[in-house]
């Protein structure tokens, strides 16, 4: 079982930054491949950013790629998102997640626990 609790979102304009971070409970954190998802309002929740156990592989969507960056520190058990050049259509929840395999996961049903998300709005 692991425990997952998300913090840093807010509100932001157009073109700032937010990190989010990610902080797991539980068992073995580095035994996870870890991800970012988000899910706006009206819509089906989408596939951020996902990094493999051992921080050395990372992957991303390719509406966030160049802009928002992850990362993982397996000492502090805690993932990051750190988000740049925010638009308005980032506006989401923003949720991480846990699969229970240490290579990168992009696909919503790989993934095995979930935190509780936490809202990102950026204003135009």
């Known amino acids: 079982q692991v425990q997952l609790v998300e913090s840093g979102g807010g509100l932001v304009q157009a073109g700032g930054s937010l990190r989010l971070s990610c902080a797991a409970s539980?068992?073995?954190?580095?035994?996870?491949?870890m991800g970012w998802f988000r899910q706006a309002p009206g819509k089906e929740r989408e596939f951020v950013a996902t990094v493999n156990w051992g921080a050395s592989s990372t992957y991303y969507a390719g509406s966030v790629k160049g802009r928002f960056t992850i990362s993982r520190d397996n000492a502090k058990n805690t993932m990051y998102l750190q988000m740049n050049s925010l638009t308005p259509e980032d506006t989401a929840v923003y949720y991480c997640?846990?699969?229970?395999?240490?290579?990168?996961?992009?696909?919503?049903?790989?993934?095995?626990?979930w935190g509780q998300g936490t809202q990102v709005t950026v204003s135009s």
């Open positions: 539980g068992r073995s954190f580095n035994n996870y491949a």
């Open positions: 997640a846990a699969a229970y395999d240490g290579s990168w996961h992009s696909k919503f049903s790989d993934y095995t626990y």
